[in-house]
């Protein structure tokens, strides 16, 4: 069955990095495009970035926009996002998606918690 | 950008229908048939609820519907069970350069 697991999650101090992983499994991950959205603790949901589904293309969010970096390696069916410049206000669980269409996450891995503390 | 406008609680009982509305702009909701729902279950990822607008993935029932008028999307679910509280959030596509925003995410209680 389709299958996402990040990983990388963690707690880090305020100006540091982390690189978060989404390994896909039981569909062909080289055919879609992938997005990274977080939910901060009671909050709602928020697109961070997205990756065309051969690299092509790439686009942020305002908020994270010169501090965060996705990519992917096909090859072996991963998805990156490369935090850097963390601050407080970045503590959330973060997801990897895959869509089918335009805005349609049909799969959704189950999140990794990032918390960025003193 | 902002985030689209939900209301932020909705509530009905057992069998009733209720309608959860998502307030954007010509720039996302209403320049686009690109909209998108989740439900979201406490500690749980988001589920895909509908699509373009008004389409339902396979195996969600067709007690949910979506439409669009203008820069309004809305939700509707009706027959309500008790599983089917949670937090539902709508999405649409917001062109080239914004490309993805979601609603604040609205809490639907069955009373």
């Known amino acids: 069955q389709v299958q996402l697991v990040e990983s990388g999650g963690g707690v880090v101090q305020p100006g540091g990095s982390l690189r978060l992983s989404c390994a896909g499994s039981g569909f062909t991950f080289s055919g879609h495009s992938m997005h990274w959205v977080r939910q901060a603790p009671g909050k709602g949901l928020e697109w961070l970035t997205f990756i065309r589904y051969d690299g092509s293309d790439k686009n942020y969010a305002d908020s994270v926009k010169g501090r965060f970096t996705i990519s992917r390696d096909n090859s072996k069916n991963t998805l990156y996002l490369q935090l850097n410049s963390l601050r407080v206000d970045d503590t959330a669980v973060y997801y990897c998606?895959?869509?089918?269409?335009?805005?349609?996450?049909?799969?959704w891995g189950q999140g990794t918690l990032v918390t960025v503390s003193s | 950008q902002s985030a689209l406008t939900q209301p932020r609680s909705v509530s009905g009982s057992p069998g009733q229908s209720v309608t959860i509305s998502c307030t954007g702009t010509?720039?996302?909701?209403?320049?686009?048939?690109?909209v998108s729902w989740y439900q979201q279950h406490p500690g749980k990822a988001p589920k895909l609820m509908i699509y373009d607008v008004n389409k339902r993935p396979s195996g969600v029932p067709d007690r949910f519907s979506g439409s669009k008028s203008g820069n309004t999307a809305s939700l509707t679910i009706s027959g309500l069970q008790a599983d089917d509280e949670a937090d539902y959030y709508c999405c649409s596509y917001a062109g080239t350069y914004t490309v993805v925003i979601f609603g604040g995410g609205t809490k639907l209680t069955v009373l």
């Open positions: 010509n720039s996302d909701v209403g320049g686009y048939n690109y």
């Open positions: 998606a895959a869509d089918t269409a335009m805005v349609r996450f049909d799969y």
